[in-house]
Every structure is written in C-alpha cells, then in structure tokens.
C-alpha cells in the first residue's frame, strides 16, 4: 500500500497494524521521523519524497491512499492520475 502524503500516520499506522506492508512518502523529514518512532516493529517504509516525482516503479502497489495530501495540493495535479 502506498500512503501518498502518510505525514505523522494516520493511514499507515493503521493499515500497519492490520498486517499490511505499508510505503509512506511525504515531504516533511519532521513528519516523517514522528512516524519512525510511532512505527516501531510495524511493516511501514519511509521516503522524503514529493508525490509529484516519487522515486518508486509504476506497478507496484496493489493500492494508494492519501488521507490528507489532496486537500494540500489545489487543483488536481497529474501526477494523482497517475497514481
């Protein structure tokens, strides 16, 4: 599953703990390490990234969740319908 936008992990802490292999990407270092430690021994993996260039292949995620980067980005950017 891929979090687009997982900020401190409302989505992947969540889907973690149910047992789902989680990618966590988000702009915010800050963010991203208060879900480090929030994360501990769950399956969530964390990259500094923005969503619009994500470094990752196409066709790996069965499915994407963005609990809160579509209300930050203003009109629908490309990049979510690639997604």
Request: net charge neutral; proline share 5%; aromatic share 4%.
């Amino acid at each position: 599953m891929l979090d687009v936008g997982c900020g401190t992990g409302l989505a992947a802490l969540r889907l973690a703990s149910g047992g789902v292999e989680v990618v966590g990407v988000d702009l915010s270092w800050g963010q991203l390490c208060v879900l480090r430690g929030k994360a501990r021994g769950l399956p969530v993996h964390l990259v500094e990234c923005d969503a619009a260039a994500l470094p990752l292949r196409g066709g790996v995620f069965d499915s994407v969740v963005s609990t809160g980067a579509l209300s930050e980005t203003g009109p629908l950017p490309r990049f979510w319908l690639r997604l």
